[in-house]
């Protein structure tokens, strides 16, 4: 048995209880008003400008010259290409690239981010992999399970869905878990408990990104 698989008692309840959320079930099904998908679009751009600094520390602290191209390459990719793709569907719900530049992160991305960040910055690079890879699972699990259900009359929503159902992020998400479980392979007990601890905290944290969407929480003061 793999290390993620022996994740899966720890994941499986947590995109268990995503895909229940009313904010998920109503984008699977095409009912979602664009308010909370507004803001989540805002929410995520913010949250990837730290997801390419992830990618950066796992360049720096990488076992081998092949993973840390990789890591260099996701970081590039990040920068260069996501976010421009994220700006051009942002246009699509009327988002215009000063409103994402300008977005304050709200209190769950900013504690979600500063966690990652923390992690990939103090922690072993098993650490970083552990709380990078519930990102990749958790929302290619969440587009292959509304994939299989049938995509939405809006277009917009279909496409969210086919992105992070489709061939490429689905190589990703196996990527990352793939390096976990050569991680976690040649790792002691202790720091395979550690893994797994900070897998669920990032996993938890990607429920909260989506319930945070939907209350478009806001700073009180």
């Known amino acids: 048995m793999t290390f993620t698989d022996e994740l899966a008692p720890v994941a499986d309840p947590v995109w268990d209880a995503i895909l229940d959320h009313p904010m998920v079930r109503q984008l699977g099904d095409g009912s979602l008003d664009t308010g909370p ?14 997801y390419a600094r992830v990618f950066a520390y796992g360049a720096a602290t990488a ?93 917009r929503y279909a496409e969210w869905i086919r992105t992070y159902s489709g061939e490429e992020f689905t190589e990703l998400t196996t990527w990352c878990k793939e390096l976990m479980d050569e991680v976690a392979a040649d790792a002691g007990e202790e720091a395979r408990d550690r893994f797994r601890d900070l897998f669920y905290t990032s996993a938890r944290y990607e429920y909260r990104f989506w319930d ?4 478009q929480e806001d700073w009180e003061l």
């Open 37 to 50: 998908f507004e803001y989540w679009v805002k929410q995520d751009y913010v949250y990837l400008v730290d």
């Open 63 to 155: 076992p081998d010259l092949e993973t840390m191209g990789t890591f260099a390459d996701l970081l590039d990719s990040t920068i260069d290409t996501e976010m421009d793709l994220h700006r051009a569907y942002a246009a699509e719900f009327g988002i215009t690239e000063s409103e994402l530049e300008a977005t304050t992160a709200s209190p769950t991305t900013r504690a979600y981010t500063d966690f990652l960040v923390r992690v990939a910055a103090t922690g072993t690079f098993g650490d970083l992999v552990a709380v990078l890879l519930p990102c990749m699972w958790g929302f290619n699990e969440t587009g292959l399970r509304l994939a299989a259900d049938g995509m939405p009359d809006d277009d």
């Open 212 to 215: 945070a969407a939907w209350r």
